[in-house]
Every structure is written in C-alpha cells, then in structure tokens.
C-alpha cells in the first residue's frame, strides 16, 4: 500500500498540475469559453464538485479516526486486563510465578512486534506466538488446584480476566494494520479536486500571489489525505499509538 507521504505527494502534485494547467489554458481559449455564462456555468460545476470532495473527504478523515479510537481503546484495555490480572496471580500465590513471567513474555513479544522500530533495551525478547502462549496460560490457569476459597475465587476471577484478555488480542490482530483505503474514491477525489484547481486558473491572471494561494490550497488537500493514511495505521507513522502504556505496564509485571 501506498504510504501516506506517497499518496499526499501524489496528489499535491496533480492537483498543482490541475491549477497550473488552468492558467496556461486561459490563453489558449477561445473567448466565448471565457463569457459569463460560461463562466456562471463552470462555477456552478465547481461549487457541485467542491461540495462533494469536500465531504468525501470529511467522512474519510472521521471513518480514520473513528476506526483508531477503536484500535486505542482494546490496547488500553488490554493494558488494564493484564495489569488486574497480574494481581490475581500475584495474590494467588507463588504456584503461579510461571503463568506471570509467561505474560510478561507475551506482552514483551507484542510490543516488539509492534513498535519493530523503538529501542527496548532491556525488555525480554518474548514469546514469537503471542496467541498460543495466552491459550497455554489459560491452560495452565485451569490446572490450578486451590487450596481454600481465597484461591477459587483468584483462580476464577483470572480465568475471566484470561479470556478477556484473548478475545482483546483477537480483535487488535485483525484490527491492527492498516485499515483498507477505498482506493478508487482516493482517485476520484483527486481526479476531482485537480479539476476544481483547473478551473480556479481559467479565470484569473496568473501572479504570485495566486500562484501561491493555489500551491498552499493544494497543500491543504494534500494534508487531508495524508491525514486520513496515517490515522488509519495506529501502530506505523507519525501519528502512531504511543508505547509508553504498554512499557510501563512491562516495568510492573518485572517487579
């Protein structure tokens, strides 16, 4: 898939191209083109065409951020299961020391995987399976045999929270890359926005100060597209969930 630099830098430069196109066009136009009910009529065009990019674009920027606040709130919750169900353990007993440095290895493999470019020196390397080592510690959690209630109750409240807790990863594993750009409105809307730039040229005298109001309108949808990609990778980007919840929950699970 295209980056979000790539797409941004794609469409700046047809929409740049649109608007150049336009100035270099007026000339070359037979001046009846240029009249006023041709203009009146391009204009309505324009407004037509406008409105629907522009709300094309205001649906894809709230459908990006709207499927990254989903992916934000399972890893914080995630983070909060495994943070509850560390303290069962603990409070069960020693009998599940094992189970406990199991989940800090799954949590060490998850975090590596998924900033692959952050430093996490000193973080275990982790387990390469992540989803078989939470069904072994479910197992294992099953094959516990308390010894009085305190125990059960241990015993049963992190078995709920194990579960929890794997159905968590399940959805952040199908949810975490990237979420699919519907690529042909991509290129309607760039096809249609350069057509809009196109026909701001046909009806001005080209100067510096239009030259650069067009190049920085440009930028601007540019901007929104580039936006829309990088809100729809949580884990990649400039824009990508922060670590830090997942690195201080590795520093407790360590203690």
Known sequence: PMSAFGLAAVAFVCIVAGA????????RLPAHHLARESTDVVKLATG??????ALGLSLLISSAN???QDIER?????MVTIGHLDLRLRAYGPETAPIRELLKQALAGSVRRRWSDEDFTGVPAGVADVHQALFEME???VNLAPADEAQKWFKSQSLLLMANLVKIHRLLADQAGPSPLPAPVLVILILCSSAIFASFGLYVQPNPTVIGALVVSSLAVSGALFLIVELSTPFA???QLSSEPARVMLATLAR
Not at 20 to 27: N, V
Not at 48 to 53: E, I, K, P
Not at 74 to 78: K, L, N, P, Q
């Open 237 to 239: 980007g400039l824009l």
């Open 74 to 78: 399972e890893y914080r919750e995630s």
């Open 20 to 27: 150049m196109g336009g100035l270099l066009a007026r000339d």
């Open 66 to 68: 709207g499927f990254r």
């Open 139 to 141: 197992r294992m959690l």
């Open 48 to 53: 037509l065409m406008a409105t629907l990019v």
